[in-house]
């Protein structure tokens, strides 16, 4: 056990007598300080014993409740002063006794036989006893947990002995944030006040760690994997100096294991990944479709299929993906991952997760048997999304948004210049270009664009009709209403007008 103040006192070789503040013997002593100095705080790092002779004290009760507050302020564990002939001070002055005792100070006296030395060799001797007993233990509960990951219990094992050992609640979970295995806790409670930690970390991969206090106690989230992120370790109230050296040693056994299961996995991954392929076939029938999701655990009557450009090993990220995704349908075509998921699952997560800033594409909401329209979709968008920079979906592959994202801006002013210019020039005010806006929204109504602005029909009609004079378009033709409707939309976009840049 630590060293305290009430340990100290007992040391018969020391002779301490407690004068006052026995409410603080309790208090863990962890060096000796001897100081004359009247001003003491900042030099302490705390829980230190500070001794003085009394040889600068003040006989002013003010300067007492001064030095008290001082000991306070700099998180001292008790004061020591030394008395008896020959010394400064005969007795531990009255005063200084008051206000310690009211600070919850303790103040021992030392008999002038008893050097300073002696304390603090004692305190050294203490620590250096403790911190030995403390290695002798953690060495001990190194062995019982390495010997708990050796065995056939496994995940469990290891977790269990861990709690039986240190009394810290436990949770693994993988990657994806599902529960793996917990210990001293409710593993899922656990998860879920962990989450935003754990969202944290996993952005940093291996080498982030977090923490956090919380209703539930001090969080403290590790990520864990030797050459790849494969889950995450969740400790409760995990503060105590055993705790703190035995983390490191959790941590590689959990990340061995993981590792053991991702190796175990594989004969696995390569199965879902030939029913991949098998779903991806155009000879699929409903019925076959349909069995094979149901066999993974997939049973959406609606999926899409992902893809995504791997930069580094793209088996790696496969199985990751695997992982993340219900079902576990991936496989590697090249430099490509694909996969299937079902149309309810938030994508856009999982790649955030495990494929940050990679080319990402999601096909159309496909019923199982036209799986492979959908993989084609999503391949053919993963262009898109490298030169946009983001995931792309097929529900934008129609959008003008997803066409104009993808001209330069330059390109996109000129283009709406081009068509809407003349309009500028005639109304800078923006009358024109806003009726004009309203009634192709419209699809054309007289009624509904008069409605909108406020104007009566007969003021539209003049107003759609100078537009067609000034630009030589014609109102009723479906190519110049697509190509105002697209000047419009490249405004829209991010390419100001004129009148607006003034």
Same mark, same amino acid.
Request: aromatic content about 2%.
């Given at each position: ?295 993974? @655990?997939? %049973?959406? *009557?609606?999926?899409? /299929? $992902? !893809?995504?450009?791997? =930069?580094?090993?793209? +088996?790696?990220? &496969? ?37 940050? @800033?990679? %080319?990402? *594409?999601?096909?159309? /909401? $496909? !019923?199982?048997?036209? =799986?492979?329209?959908? +993989?084609?979709? &999503? ?124």
């Amino acid at each position: 056990m630590p060293l305290t103040v009430r340990d100290l006192l007992a040391i018969p070789s020391l002779r301490l007598r407690l004068v006052a503040g026995s409410t603080g013997l309790s208090r863990i002593v962890e060096a000796a300080h001897a100081t004359e100095n009247t001003r003491p705080a900042s030099w302490l790092e705390g829980a230190e014993v500070v001794m003085t002779s009394g040889l600068l004290l003040s006989a002013d009760e003010s300067d007492y409740a001064a030095y008290v507050e001082e000991l306070s302020a700099g998180k001292a564990a008790a004061l020591i002063v030394g008395v008896g002939p020959g010394l400064p001070l005969q007795t531990v002055p009255p005063a200084l006794s008051h206000h310690a005792e009211q600070a919850g100070m303790p103040v021992l006296a030392a008999p002038s036989g008893v050097a300073f030395a002696a304390i603090t060799k004692a305190v050294f001797a203490a620590r250096a006893s403790e911190e030995r007993r403390l290695l002798e233990k953690t060495l001990r509960t190194q062995r019982r947990l390495s010997s708990a990951a050796a065995s056939s219990d496994g995940l469990t094992g290891l977790l269990s002995s861990w709690f039986q050992a240190v009394r810290s609640g436990v949770a693994v979970c993988d990657a994806s944030g599902r529960l793996l295995g917990s210990a001293g806790t409710d593993g899922q409670e656990l998860l879920t006040n962990a989450a935003t930690v754990i969202e944290t970390v996993a952005l940093h991969g291996l080498r982030g760690s977090g923490g956090a206090d919380l209703p539930c106690g001090r969080l403290v989230v590790q990520p864990l994997g030797t050459t790849r992120l494969r889950g995450f370790l969740i400790l409760l109230n995990a503060d105590s100096p055993e705790v703190r050296l035995l983390i490191s040693v959790l941590v590689s056994l959990l990340s061995v294991e993981l590792e053991r299961r991702h190796l175990a996995d594989e004969p696995q991954r390569r199965h879902r990944a030939a029913l991949l392929a098998r779903l991806f076939q155009t000879d699929i029938t409903v019925e076959q479709a349909r069995a094979l999701l149901q066999s993974v @655990g997939v %049973p959406s *009557s609606t999926i899409r /299929a $992902v !893809a995504v450009l791997a =930069a580094g090993d793209p +088996v790696e990220l &496969a199985a990751d993906l695997a992982l993340a995704v219900p079902g576990g349908l991936a496989r590697v075509t090249g430099d490509r991952v694909e996969m299937v998921v079902s149309e309810n699952l938030d994508i856009s997560a999982v790649l955030r997760r495990f494929a940050p @800033g990679r %080319p990402a *594409s999601v096909g159309p /909401a $496909v !019923a199982p048997q036209h =799986a492979a329209l959908s +993989v084609r979709q &999503a391949i053919a968008l993963l262009s898109s999304s490298a030169e946009l920079g983001r995931p792309v979906s097929a529900s934008e592959a129609g959008s003008v948004r997803l066409l104009l994202s993808l001209g330069s801006p330059a390109t996109l002013a000129a283009f709406a210049d081009t068509v809407l210019a003349p309009i500028d020039t005639a109304d800078p005010a923006g009358e024109l270009i806003e009726t004009l806006r309203v009634w192709l929204e419209t699809n054309g109504s007289w009624a509904e664009t008069s409605s909108l602005l406020g104007l009566h029909r007969h003021t539209v009609q003049n107003r759609i009709e100078k537009v067609a004079r000034l630009t030589g378009r014609q109102q009723d033709r479906a190519e110049d209403r697509v190509d105002f409707w697209l000047a419009l939309a490249a405004r829209a976009a991010g390419t100001p007008s004129p009148h607006q840049q003034r």
